[in-house]
């Protein structure tokens, strides 16, 4: 058994269960007599590589500390983008992350994150392969968006899932009370998936109540045909509640919301969106000239803990700790999945998968997901996703507001 310290960090975009998966990795590192010490990142592999680090031995002392952190939305340690070079480009980098674990005998290395942060863990463990440090190297996902091949889900879709599924709910019964005609378009992230629009339609399969049409970024967008839908919702019941995706696309490969942007992209070559269904709002507006309005779900769909899926958190506990159990067994360059092992009762258990077959890669919703109409998803679909959102998520209140538990860099 290989013995020394593990490093964990976090990457990439927050969400309501990132913490829960940090807390399993901790909890895994605790238990396991390889690891003498569990070092935590700030700010990901930039902290790494800037000697930013906790000793989270030191930091959580109590099994409540570990269920505050569960249930903290957010990433603890902070977040980074950080794309590391190509090896072979600048190999000072990776000779700078490599002198850190050796100055701090860093054996394992976890790192907590969405497609681009695989990338990282991908490229870390490469050099290691070709370098004289032995180390284990293990990748551990999360991501809202659900977009990660390999796996059954990610950990953080579930909840949410959940609140996308429940504001899509309230804002039903709320755009239901008047006669006259209106269009409300609910605005949804998904730049390449649309696995968190999906989630909009799960009332009309739990309550009988969902959006009238739900658009996905896997089928090309067309303005002249949405048009044509509303006007048919409209002639049903005033009331027309639609989902979409911020990543919504013409056949012209341009973003519906691509005109309201600088066309700036970030480390990753993703292009900044939003303002996908303002644009709509304005068209509907123009060509049919009925109230309308858009929202935009925004921030709110990746930290509302207070609204977190049991299932998540449980499953991110359980994924984080398998991440140290197998990389203590010797395993190294994969990635933690999800494979379902039953759908009624729906159960899951944490396997592995190679990095290299994982990185840079999108799992889009499936074609046979999707309505033939292309506005709208399955129930088959639904029920898929369905289980990913049971449970309510204990939360611990303090004078009136969630308490959450704050991991402190103190230099």
Same mark, same amino acid.
């Given at each position: 058994?290989?013995?020394?310290?593990?490093?964990?960090?976090?990457? $990439? $975009?927050?969400?309501? /269960?990132?913490?829960?998966?940090?807390?399993?990795?901790?909890?895994?590192?605790?238990? !396991?007599?390889?690891?003498?010490?569990?070092?935590?990142?700030?700010?990901?592999?930039?902290?790494?590589?800037?000697?930013?680090?906790?000793?989270?031995?030191?930091?959580?002392?109590?099994?409540?500390?570990? #269920?505050?952190?569960?249930?903290?939305?957010?990433?603890?340690?902070?977040?980074?983008?950080?794309?590391?070079?190509?090896?072979?480009?600048?190999?000072?980098? &990776?000779?700078?992350?490599?002198?850190?674990?050796?100055?701090?005998?860093?054996? &394992?290395?976890?790192?907590?994150?969405?497609?681009?942060?695989?990338?990282?863990?991908?490229?870390?463990?490469?050099?290691?392969?070709?370098?004289?440090?032995?180390?284990?190297?293990?990748?551990?996902? #999360?991501?809202?968006?659900?977009?990660?091949?390999?796996?059954?889900?990610? *950990?953080?879709?579930?909840? =949410?899932?959940?609140?996308?599924?429940?504001?899509?709910?309230?804002?039903?019964?709320?755009?239901?009370? +008047?006669?006259? #005609?209106?269009?409300?378009?609910?605005?949804?992230? $998904?730049?390449?998936?649309?696995?968190?629009?999906?989630?909009?339609?799960?009332?009309?399969?739990?309550?009988?109540?969902? @959006?009238?049409?739900?658009?996905?970024?896997?089928?090309?967008?067309?303005?002249? #045909?949405?048009?044509?839908?509303?006007?048919?919702?409209?002639?049903?019941?005033?009331?027309?509640?639609?989902?979409?995706?911020?990543?919504?696309?013409?056949?012209?490969?341009? +973003?519906?919301?691509?005109?309201?942007?600088?066309?700036?992209?970030?480390?990753?070559?993703?292009? +900044?969106?939003?303002?996908?269904?303002?644009?709509?709002?304005?068209?509907?507006?123009?060509?049919?000239?009925?109230?309308?309005?858009?929202?935009?779900?925004?921030?709110?769909?990746?930290?509302? !803990?207070?609204?977190?899926?049991?299932?998540?958190?449980?499953?991110?506990?359980?994924?984080?700790?398998?991440?140290?159990?197998?990389? %203590?067994?010797?395993?190294?360059?994969?990635?933690?999945?999800?494979?379902? %092992?039953?759908? =009624? @009762?729906?159960?899951?258990?944490?396997?592995?998968?190679?990095?290299?077959?994982?990185?840079?890669?999108?799992?889009?919703?499936?074609?046979?997901?999707?309505?033939?109409?292309?506005?709208?998803?399955?129930? /088959?679909?639904?029920? +898929?996703?369905? *289980?990913?959102?049971?449970?309510?998520?204990?939360?611990?209140?303090?004078?009136?507001?969630?308490?959450?538990?704050?991991?402190? &860099?103190? $230099?």
């Amino acid at each position: 058994m290989l013995k020394g310290n593990a490093i964990v960090g976090q990457s $990439g $975009g927050p969400t309501a /269960a990132i913490n829960a998966t940090l807390a399993g990795v901790i909890k895994g590192a605790f238990d !396991s007599e390889a690891i003498e010490v569990i070092y935590g990142a700030h700010n990901g592999v930039e902290g790494m590589l800037e000697g930013r680090i906790s000793n989270l031995n030191e930091v959580l002392k109590s099994e409540m500390d570990f #269920k505050l952190l569960a249930s903290t939305p957010a990433a603890a340690l902070g977040s980074c983008r950080r794309k590391l070079p190509k090896m072979g480009e600048d190999d000072a980098v &990776y000779e700078k992350l490599f002198d850190f674990f050796k100055k701090n005998n860093i054996r &394992y290395f976890f790192y907590i994150g969405g497609n681009d942060s695989m990338d990282t863990v991908a490229k870390v463990s490469a050099y290691a392969a070709t370098h004289d440090y032995e180390i284990k190297v293990m990748g551990v996902p #999360k991501t809202i968006d659900n977009d990660v091949v390999g796996t059954d889900h990610t *950990p953080g879709y579930g909840s =949410a899932a959940k609140y996308i599924a429940t504001s899509m709910q309230e804002i039903i019964r709320d755009c239901a009370v +008047y006669t006259v #005609k209106a269009v409300t378009i609910v605005e949804i992230m $998904g730049r390449d998936a649309g696995w968190l629009t999906v989630a909009a339609g799960l009332p009309r399969i739990i309550n009988g109540v969902g @959006p009238d049409y739900i658009y996905l970024p896997e089928r090309d967008f067309d303005t002249e #045909k949405f048009i044509e839908d509303v006007k048919a919702a409209l002639e049903k019941h005033p009331n027309v509640v639609i989902a979409v995706s911020e990543g919504l696309r013409g056949a012209d490969g341009k +973003y519906v919301g691509e005109s309201t942007q600088s066309g700036a992209t970030d480390v990753f070559g993703h292009k +900044y969106l939003s303002g996908t269904g303002k644009c709509l709002e304005l068209l509907v507006k123009e060509k049919l000239g009925c109230k309308v309005r858009s929202i935009e779900l925004n921030l709110l769909q990746r930290c509302a !803990s207070h609204c977190a899926s049991k299932a998540d958190i449980e499953e991110s506990l359980m994924v984080g700790a398998a991440a140290v159990k197998n990389a %203590t067994a010797g395993v190294t360059g994969k990635m933690m999945c999800f494979t379902r %092992t039953s759908d =009624a @009762p729906y159960t899951v258990e944490p396997t592995y998968a190679d990095i290299d077959k994982i990185a840079n890669q999108v799992r889009e919703v499936p074609a046979e997901f999707i309505n033939e109409a292309g506005n709208n998803v399955t129930d /088959a679909c639904l029920e +898929y996703i369905k *289980p990913f959102i049971n449970g309510e998520s204990e939360v611990f209140w303090e004078n009136g507001l969630p308490k959450h538990f704050i991991i402190e &860099y103190k $230099g």
